[in-house]
């Protein structure tokens, strides 16, 4: 087995590299480290996330660096901020034995005359993001006349990014004697461009592993009607108390709502997203690094070069457009010799996108079923249980209240008092999820051509509010929570139509729902609520069939957008789950609190 003494690199760098706990080189390290040692040639590299690339290329220009020498001679380009920061903590870690080198991050979204000051100190090695360093050089801050090797890592995300511009005035300001090392997990025809533009003959080194932490993940899907996505994601934390994980959507905006639902509904979560500032970012890092949030909500671009190595689980809400998008994504989980568990969470629709994807990683997706509300509380019992058992006790500041507590406690049974006290945190669990509907029941949604779908457990109810009232799906199901119909009934499909709009509730509760909207108002109009269809309330008695007769129309076909909206306020959602009364919250969930 190879070593890094082995691939030529001096004994101060294997020093470092033996105290971080690096043993083996990887195969991106094995190939690309001699080869930058020995040849001036350019370098191609194909490295995935998670594959060490970092250290593949920074090694051997750490060792070629000429101490006694002021200038830049390096200067490594990455995507995000992130990334950069972590390359640059990286170098610094791995020089830690060789005096004098110099690494300086610079980067958008931070102080520039911090880092106008370091590069004037002199800087052996520049990691940068593009815009912050074609800013410096335009400057006449940064000056790369005696740059000797020139990275670009990420480099087909610069190029997802719009950096192609930034990409080319910095590479025209380099010297053409340079070394250009270019690592990339696409080669797309843009990539293709830069090097046949920038470099000379290129070596190209495509490692067979696509992550070294793939064999220690499990790929599974679970499928859902589009409406029940969200609380999918929800049961997958509840079975999973002690879950550390990111959760990847495809947009800021649908980041920043996930992210306010969960931490709304008592989840313990936060967002990672461009519109956040760079003091913002750190904050939300640092918090869980520390493991202060278990679930992180991100964007593929923000979650670019997180150092984490302990996933539990990566969370695909919604599956990316591009299958190396998913490598990346379930990459940062599996790391370290530890298990992993890349999830994806499905529409009927999306089923198509797997087949690709188990392609490229050469494994099959587990059809896993939601957890129903049975097995969440039996999992969020014992995990009271464990949480009660590991407990410590400190002893010094409890021991004066003790009397005082078992005077309260005198005349219950050890029994009682274990139940009692299990009961202080399982109750929200046991009250939430009695009666839970099956999530994993896809036939009853609609079709892909809209049609409505047969819910022969939901009665269909016309109301006499629509867009006009200023109604939303939100504003409804607070309406519907408002009248207190009774304890978590099941809200099923919603139409919000120009003057008059549709929902679904439990059948059983007919009576119930029509009584309670007897003498309602929204925004000072009086509500009438009667059931469609021609369905019969339980009582006997017909008000079915009436249908808004607004200039003759039956239906108004623009109601379909807010039939597919997600929601995250008004008490409750949409989608089927239960909703609690009056506004209350559900309840925090055990093991994945909100602070």
Do not use: W
Not at 358 to 368: G, Y
């Amino acid at each position: 087995m190879s070593t890094f003494s082995n691939l030529g690199l001096k004994q101060e760098i294997v020093e470092a590299l033996t105290e971080i706990g690096y043993e083996n080189p990887t195969p991106i390290q094995e190939e690309s480290i001699p080869q930058i040692l020995s040849s001036g040639k350019d370098l191609k590299a194909f490295a995935q996330t998670g594959t060490g690339k970092t250290a593949a290329f920074s090694l051997p220009i750490i060792q070629q660096i000429d101490v006694e020498s002021k200038h830049t001679q390096a200067i490594i380009l990455s995507p995000t901020r992130e990334l950069g920061i972590q390359i640059a903590d990286n170098i610094k870690n791995f020089t830690k034995y060789i005096k004098g080198i110099r690494t300086v991050a610079v980067y958008g979204g931070a102080k520039i005359e911090e880092q106008i000051r370091g590069l004037k100190r002199g800087a052996h090695i520049v990691v940068g993001t593009p815009g912050r360093t074609l800013d410096l050089i335009k400057r006449g801050v940064l000056k790369l006349e005696s740059t000797r090797f020139l990275v670009l890592d990420e480099a087909d995300e610069m190029l997802n990014m719009g950096f192609k511009d930034e990409l080319d005035a910095i590479l025209e300001a380099t010297p053409d004697t340079k070394q250009t090392l270019l690592f990339s997990a696409t080669f797309p025809k843009e990539v293709n461009q830069i090097a046949r533009n920038y470099m000379t003959d290129p070596v190209e080194i495509e490692t067979a592993k696509v992550n070294t932490g793939s064999d220690n993940v499990n790929h599974i899907y679970y499928l859902v009607n589009e409406r029940n996505r969200y609380n999918a994601l929800k049961r997958i934390a509840d079975i999973n108390p002690s879950i550390y994980s990111i959760v990847f959507c495809r947009t800021r905006k649908e980041t920043k709502e996930i992210a306010d639902q969960l931490i709304e509904d008592g989840y313990n979560a936060d967002s990672l997203h461009g519109d956040l500032s760079q003091a913002q970012r750190d904050t939300v890092m640092q918090k869980f690094r520390k493991k202060t949030l278990q679930i992180l909500v991100a964007t593929d671009v923000a979650a670019r070069g997180l150092d984490v190595n302990n996933l539990t689980h990566v969370i695909n809400y919604k599956l990316p457009d591009q299958i190396e998008a998913y490598t990346h994504r379930s990459g940062r989980t599996g790391r370290a010799g530890n298990k992993g568990t890349s999830i994806a969470i499905i529409s009927p629709k999306e089923r198509g996108k797997l087949r690709p994807i188990e392609r490229k990683i050469s494994k099959k997706f587990i059809k896993t079923d939601v957890p129903n509300g049975k097995e969440v509380c039996e999992v969020q019992l014992f995990n009271v249980i464990d949480k009660l058992k590991t407990v410590s006790v400190n002893e010094t500041e409890i021991t004066p209240y003790l009397e005082g507590i078992y005077e309260k406690l005198e005349g219950l049974t050890r029994e009682e008092i274990i139940q009692k006290l299990v009961s202080l945190e399982f109750n929200s669990f046991l009250d939430y999820y009695q009666n839970a509907p099956d999530l994993n029941n896809v036939s009853t949604d609609r079709d892909d051509r809209g049609k409505r779908r047969n819910d022969e457990n939901m009665t269909r109810y016309f109301i006499n509010l629509g867009r006009k009232d200023k109604l939303t799906p939100a504003k409804l199901i607070g309406l519907i929570n408002d009248q207190r119909i009774t304890k978590n009934i099941e809200i099923g499909q919603i139409e919000i139509l120009d003057t008059f709009s549709f929902f679904e509730l439990d059948k059983n509760y007919q009576d119930e729902t029509l009584s309670s909207f007897e003498d309602t108002s929204f925004n000072g109009r009086t509500v009438n609520v009667e059931i469609t269809k021609k369905q019969k309330k339980s009582g006997g008695g017909d008000r079915g069939g009436r249908r808004r007769r607004d200039g003759g129309r039956r239906d108004d076909r623009r109601g379909g957008d807010d039939r597919r909206r997600k929601f995250n306020k008004g008490g409750g959602n949409s989608s089927g789950e239960r909703s609690f009364k009056g506004g209350r919250k559900r309840p925090n969930r055990s093991g994945a609190r909100h602070h």
